[in-house]
């Protein structure tokens, strides 16, 4: 016995190349085995048509390293289909559930920005604010204009006050009339006077 | 082009969006040191100031300039020895565990990944001979794999620098190596011999299905490059390979418990180190 040179690669027997058929692992996916739950959720990873699937066993998943595997599946997935699914999520009362849609909506720039418009136009002011966190991820030559329009029109203080902190990252001089309205709006607000000074800044080093 | 002007805001900014990527974290005494080398990465790329380059960080880079960014951050040199409590922490800790769930005269694998020019494998293949007394009851099979094929080549032929065999102990470089012309040293073909190389992409499945019972996982230094996604799903092929119970070492800077819930953390006296459960509740 001692150091030997490795002459095969060590199979584990009977679990190399399992039947990826879509069936078996969809079946797999709301099995009773957590394992095997989280094994069929990353072997859909390379599975476009489990998309749909994969998005609606994440909200009755309750296994976290299982709806972290289905959230790596389907931020490599993409897709309208996953981003459709997802966005509902966004209204969820589940927090788990809805950090987890925020989380794969930010790995998915190219499929979510179609939807931005739509998101910053919901009533719901919370769901506004996860569209800023989510936009904050993405590189999109519309971001200074969603947060200029959210600074000029949205009704609610956090949502302009999400818009305006993460101006202070962005800013550039295109951004100073917009932010100097929302100071007007909310004139009664010392944080939003303070964000906006923050802004400014940040807009003039630019 | 003028030395890049980095305010306190500009520091303060730059180290969050460092840590949100790498969970490296700098503290206030360390920022002569950033602001040089930030300053340094900023002319590089061509960027007028540190917005600019902020920016290209932030929403445009496609990963180049990250990558030469924590080069010059890190400490990314490999040498024989590197970090070697973890080394004393596999004989001392891990594979005294890992024995104890062996019949004697099994196999135990232990996988180096990305292996580079051949430093760290080797350097397991010399401690294991020179400081594992169970060594003689197992058979080890150290597994070696990087992405880069002339990493691998150069690690196959086993030509090192005496800068890269600096911290071996004097015995050790005598025993097991070749003095060569150029102030170089070879690795003797006996333990050359003992390591298997090959190419593998960690966030590839086609590459990775394969690698089964594993029970120990060096894998230092190389997370810090990847994104979120590619660093889960690095992670989750890790502990797909890792046989229940096995240990994965890190580099000092990573940690698995920002990327993953699936391993435990063990506390050994030479290290921290994740551990794969040796069973999961059904």
């Known amino acids: ?100 849609a925020i989380e794969i909506l930010q790995h998915l720039p190219a499929d979510v920005a179609s939807h931005v418009d739509g998101l910053l136009a919901n009533p719901d002011p919370d769901l506004r604010i996860f569209a800023v966190n989510i936009i904050e991820a ?14 000029r029109n949205d009704p609610h203080v956090n949502v302009v006050g999400a818009a305006l902190n993460l101006l202070s990252e962005i800013a550039t001089a295109a951004v100073l009339p917009a932010v100097e309205q929302a100071r007007q709006r909310f004139a009664g607000e010392p944080y939003i006077d303070f964000a906006c000074r923050a802004v400014e800044k940040r807009a003039r080093e630019s | 082009m003028p030395e890049p002007c980095i305010s306190d805001v500009d520091f303060t900014m730059f180290r969050e969006l ?32 540190f917005r600019q380059y902020y920016q290209k960080l932030r929403w445009s880079d496609n990963g180049a300039e990250w990558q030469a960014l924590i080069n010059a951050l890190t400490v990314n040199e490999t040498y024989f020895f590197r970090e070697v409590h973890q ?72 030509v090192y620098s005496a800068r890269s065999v600096q911290y071996l102990p004097k015995e050790y470089l005598l025993k097991y190596f070749t003095p060569l012309p150029g102030d170089q040293y070879q690795l003797n073909e ?42 889960r799903r690095a992670a989750e092929t890790l502990y797909d390979a890792l046989a229940p119970g096995g240990f994965i070492c890190l580099g000092h800077s990573e940690s698995m418990s920002r990327i993953s819930s699936l391993f435990t953390l063990r506390r050994f006296p030479e290290a921290i180190v994740y551990q794969k459960p040796i069973r999961r509740a059904p």
């Not at chain 1, 739950?37 to 299982?66: C, F, G, I, K």
């Not at chain 1, 999109?140 to 204009?145: A, C, D, I, M």
């Not at chain 2, 460092?18 to 080398?37: A, L, S």
């Open chain 1, 1 to 100: 016995m001692a150091l030997r040179k490795a002459t095969t690669i060590p199979l584990q027997s009977g679990a190399a190349d399992e039947s990826s058929a879509l069936e078996s692992l969809v079946r797999q996916l709301s099995g009773p085995d957590v394992e095997e739950r989280r094994h069929a959720a990353r072997n859909l990873a390379n599975r476009p048509d489990a998309a749909a699937v994969l998005v609606s066993r994440l909200a009755q998943e309750t296994e976290p390293d299982v709806r972290e595997a289905i959230a790596t599946s389907l931020s490599a997935i993409g897709g309208r289909e996953a981003v459709e699914g997802l966005i509902p999520y966004l209204s969820s009362d589940d927090a788990a559930l809805r950090n987890t």
């Open chain 2, 87 to 158: 080394f004393e922490c596999l004989v001392n800790s891990m594979l005294e565990e890992i024995a104890q769930h062996k019949t004697p005269g099994g196999v135990i694998r232990i996988w180096s990944i990305p292996s580079s020019s051949g430093e760290e494998p080797y350097s397991l293949a010399i401690y294991l001979l020179e400081k594992w007394r169970k060594l003689s009851e197992f058979d080890v099979e150290i597994l070696a794999s990087d992405i880069d094929t002339e990493a691998l080549e150069r690690a196959r032929a086993g």
């Open chain 2, 190 to 231: 006996e333990i050359r011999g003992t390591v298997a190389f090959s190419r593998i992409n960690l966030v590839d499945p086609q590459d990775t299905g394969m690698f089964q019972n594993i029970d120990v996982v060096f894998c230092r230094n190389l997370l810090i490059y990847f994104d979120d996604i590619s660093r």
């Open chain 2, 18 to 49: 460092f840590y949100r990527k790498t969970g490296i974290w700098f503290e206030d005494g360390k920022r002569y040191f950033v602001d040089r080398r930030l300053s340094e990465r900023i002319l590089a790329s061509g960027k007028g100031s």
């Open chain 1, 138 to 151: 993405l590189s999109h030559p519309r971001l200074e204009t969603w947060l200029s329009d959210i600074l």
